[in-house]
């Protein structure tokens, strides 16, 4: 009997649980989305464009601005970075010619400055990590070491997103309907390759 109720006991424990993360990636307050769309195949890896979506009602994002990270699946590394860059290039000594912009495992984004060179832009870029609701931050990278097909490519995991004083929880990535883009001149519409959606909702002010 005893075994009977601790056993019922564990049950609630992981039910009660579940509904508390589910209720967390579903908060009617709005959360923020990644979306990480696969552009284009290079010889050992991809090109994507990421972008932060604030889809919240109240929260703000203000300077120093927001933080994305990331774990790799695999030992990919990013050869370049447009729009935003990574923290902390890590060990490239494997690398003797071309050297990448970053080799870390598990590496972190932040936004670029007001005022960057044009040629280092891409659109939505470039607002010192400021994020109001309603709006979005984009940047795109060159992974390499990765897979250079929709059957060997990996989304990373265990995304973060932080911003100052607000704390977020972050679910996994969903593989879902490839995102459609139309030219500025709205003559041609383009497709992504793959792409993936990672909800990070606003856990607590800090």
Not at 28 to 38: A, E, H, S, V, Y
Not at 55 to 64: L, V
Not at 72 to 82: A, L, P, R
Not at 125 to 134: D, E, Q, S, T
Request: hydrophobic share 35%; charged share 15%.
């Amino acid at each position: 009997m005893e075994s009977l109720f601790s056993a019922m006991i564990v049950l609630l424990l992981v039910t009660f649980s579940w509904f508390t993360s589910s209720e967390a990636l579903t908060n009617n307050n709005g959360n923020i989305t990644i979306k990480w769309d696969l552009m284009s195949w290079t010889p050992d890896g991809y090109v994507a464009a990421v972008t932060a979506y604030n889809y919240q009602k109240q929260h703000s994002i203000t300077r120093p601005g927001w933080k994305i990270s990331w774990k790799w699946t695999k030992k990919e590394v990013i050869w370049s970075i447009i729009g935003a860059r990574i923290t902390e290039q890590g060990d490239c000594s494997m690398f003797k010619d071309n050297i990448p912009h970053s080799c870390v495992h598990k590496p972190t984004v932040v936004d670029l400055l007001p005022g960057t060179p044009y040629n280092q832009q891409v659109a939505n870029c470039c607002k010192g990590g400021v994020l109001k609701p309603g709006l979005e931050s984009s940047f795109q990278l060159s992974v390499g070491n990765a897979g250079t097909s929709k059957r060997t490519a990996r989304m990373p995991v265990n995304f973060v997103f932080t911003a100052p004083k607000q704390q977020y929880i972050c679910g996994p990535s969903k593989n879902v309907r490839p995102t459609r883009f139309i030219t500025a001149d709205k003559r041609r519409m383009t497709t992504a390759l793959m792409t993936w959606n990672v909800t990070c909702v606003f856990y607590k002010a800090t």
